[in-house]
């Protein structure tokens, strides 16, 4: 079993910057792939961003069009972060963390992970 809890969300206004974190304990993989994604009131779970953790290599990113260039994905031992900054009103959602247990080379989709956190929510006012 695998738990992730996420925090930092709340409301800021347009242009702002948060920084969410996502707390990981139990049993993963040595190499496990972490996503971060969010879902805005009415619409489908949608992907933001990614991190591979590989052993001893650097690690890799990636980003939705949406967010790149805003958002920065980092972790620690324990901890991923999603780093956010010149927020926008479209931005508003409850975000959530995810783990993978296998790193692989495809897409990161909701569908393929396997733990997920509650979620935090992000607001942004005009």
């Known amino acids: 079993q695998v738990q992730l809890v996420e925090s930092g969300g709340g409301s800021v206004q347009a242009g702002g910057s948060l920084r969410l974190s996502c707390v990981v304990s139990g049993r993963t993989s040595s190499s496990p792939t972490m996503g971060w994604f969010r879902q805005a009131a009415g619409k489908e779970r949608e992907f933001v961003g990614s991190i591979r953790r590989s052993w001893g290599r650097v690690d890799n990113t990636a980003y939705s069009d949406s967010v790149k260039g805003r958002f920065t994905i980092s972790r620690d031992s324990a901890t991923v972060y999603l780093q956010m900054t010149n927020l926008k009103p479209e931005d508003t959602a409850v975000y959530y963390c995810?783990?993978?247990?296998?790193?692989?080379?495809?897409?990161?989709?909701?569908?393929?992970?396997?733990?997920w956190g509650k979620g935090t929510l992000v607001t942004v006012s005009s």
């Open positions: 995810a783990i993978r247990q296998v790193s692989g080379s495809g897409p990161v989709t909701a569908s393929g992970m396997d733990y």
